[in-house]
């Protein structure tokens, strides 16, 4: 995965082997072309000078959750101009400036598998389904920095609730929506898609797994999801998959997109921990967006109290 801060650790250092390779091959024959492009830009620059981002619609009747982390939040702008989205560009900055004209309406969701009741809900029907709520969490990423977000959403599992999910159902399978014309730049992220990710149905279930459609009282920006995404708190950030399209519950452990591209970097569980390294970096510091200094990295990112049971009699460093 591509590091955002090139004086911490070089890109070549973060990202596995073939697809830096990859990468590296379009690259040079992007230069040859004449092209600009932009790889591993240094934080500190793009949030100098961020593109002013759109701002979305905005939410009504948001109740104040008891979830919340009560931290210092990100500022909006700093939030949504460092991204990874890959299928809109690798840099951090460009899922912001090649996500802009999106189509995220209409947008359905359709839910199948292992459940009574599959459906395709539209985007309409998911925003009235529960109250929304205002969860401020942390978002961790393996690349070792974080963010403090006020999301807006309601758990997964009233969305769960709805479909009935059968006794075979053990896993969840999610799925982003794909289309190479809307996503040109997917072409070059070394990564295949659609991106898919997954959960154990316990995780699914666990009120923390946010199914999210806004943050800062507003629609998502495009750049971080939109119209609607998960927001996994205890676990590396590439858990929270962005723009679904597709829910499937079934008996198996489903694949991820990571899993699929370096299975021996990143395991199904990626659960925020910082006695576990990354084969190649540390991941026992993290950087706050906006922070100079380090600060250390808590085990599930700090809501061990209320996941830790989920994993209780497995070994962590088996299971990463
Ligand atoms: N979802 C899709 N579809 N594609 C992606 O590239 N990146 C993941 C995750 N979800 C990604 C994705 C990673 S690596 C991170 S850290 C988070 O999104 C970043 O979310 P943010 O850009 O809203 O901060």
């Given at each position: 995965?591509?590091?955002?801060?090139?004086?911490?650790?070089p890109y070549?250092?973060?990202?596995?082997?073939?697809l830096y390779l990859?990468?590296?091959?379009?690259?040079s024959?992007a230069a040859?072309?004449g092209?600009?492009?932009?790889?591993?830009q240094?934080i500190t620059?793009l949030l100098?000078?961020?593109?002013?981002?759109g701002?979305?619609?905005?939410l009504e009747g948001i109740?104040k959750?008891?979830l919340?982390?009560n931290?210092?939040?990100?500022?909006?702008?700093?939030?949504t101009?460092?991204n990874?989205?890959?299928?809109?560009?690798?840099?951090?900055?460009?899922?912001?400036?090649?996500?802009k004209?999106?189509?995220t309406?209409?947008?359905?969701?359709?839910?199948e598998?292992?459940?009574?009741?599959?459906?395709l809900f539209?985007?309409?029907?998911i925003?009235?389904?529960?109250?929304l709520?205002?969860?401020i969490?942390r978002?961790?990423?393996v690349?070792?920095?974080?963010?403090?977000i006020p999301?807006v959403g309601?758990?997964?599992?009233e969305?769960?609730?709805?479909v009935?999910?059968?006794?075979k159902a053990k896993?969840v399978?999610f799925?982003t929506?794909?289309?190479?014309?809307?996503?040109p730049?997917?072409?070059?992220a070394?990564?295949?898609?659609p991106?898919?990710?997954?959960?154990?149905m316990d995780?699914a279930m666990h009120?923390?797994?946010?199914?999210?459609?806004g943050m800062?009282?507003?629609?998502?920006?495009n750049?971080?999801g939109?119209?609607?995404?998960?927001?996994?708190?205890?676990k590396?950030?590439?858990?929270?998959?962005?723009s679904?399209?597709k829910?499937?519950?079934?008996?198996k452990?489903?694949?991820?997109?990571?899993?699929l591209s370096?299975p021996?970097?990143y395991?199904?569980?990626?659960n925020?921990?910082?006695?576990?390294?990354?084969?190649?970096?540390?991941?026992?510091t993290?950087?706050?967006l906006?922070e100079?200094?380090?600060?250390?990295?808590l085990?599930f990112?700090?809501?061990?109290d209320?996941?830790?049971?989920l994993?209780?009699?497995?070994d962590l460093?088996?299971?990463?």
């Amino acid at each position: 995965m591509l590091i955002g801060n090139r004086k911490d650790i070089p890109y070549s250092e973060v990202t596995p082997k073939n697809l830096y390779l990859n990468r590296r091959k379009f690259l040079s024959s992007a230069a040859a072309a004449g092209t600009a492009f932009l790889a591993g830009q240094p934080i500190t620059d793009l949030l100098a000078s961020p593109a002013q981002a759109g701002r979305g619609k905005k939410l009504e009747g948001i109740k104040k959750s008891s979830l919340s982390a009560n931290e210092k939040i990100n500022p909006f702008d700093d939030v949504t101009n460092y991204n990874n989205f890959y299928e809109f560009g690798t840099a951090k900055d460009e899922p912001a400036k090649y996500a802009k004209n999106f189509k995220t309406y209409p947008w359905t969701v359709k839910v199948e598998g292992e459940v009574n009741k599959p459906e395709l809900f539209d985007i309409d029907t998911i925003l009235k389904m529960a109250p929304l709520e205002e969860r401020i969490y942390r978002l961790r990423c393996v690349e070792a920095w974080s963010v403090v977000i006020p999301w807006v959403g309601f758990s997964l599992s009233e969305l769960i609730r709805r479909v009935e999910p059968t006794s075979k159902a053990k896993f969840v399978a999610f799925e982003t929506f794909f289309d190479m014309k809307q996503m040109p730049r997917a072409r070059f992220a070394g990564i295949p898609f659609p991106y898919v990710e997954g959960l154990r149905m316990d995780e699914a279930m666990h009120p923390l797994t946010l199914l999210c459609v806004g943050m800062y009282g507003e629609a998502l920006p495009n750049q971080d999801g939109a119209p609607v995404r998960i927001v996994v708190p205890w676990k590396y950030g590439f858990k929270s998959i962005k723009s679904i399209v597709k829910i499937r519950f079934q008996e198996k452990q489903p694949p991820t997109t990571w899993g699929l591209s370096a299975p021996n970097e990143y395991g199904f569980y990626s659960n925020v921990n910082p006695n576990v390294d990354h084969p190649r970096w540390s991941q026992a510091t993290e950087r706050r967006l906006g922070e100079f200094f380090k600060r250390k990295t808590l085990p599930f990112n700090g809501y061990a109290d209320q996941v830790a049971q989920l994993y209780s009699g497995m070994d962590l460093k088996k299971y990463y």
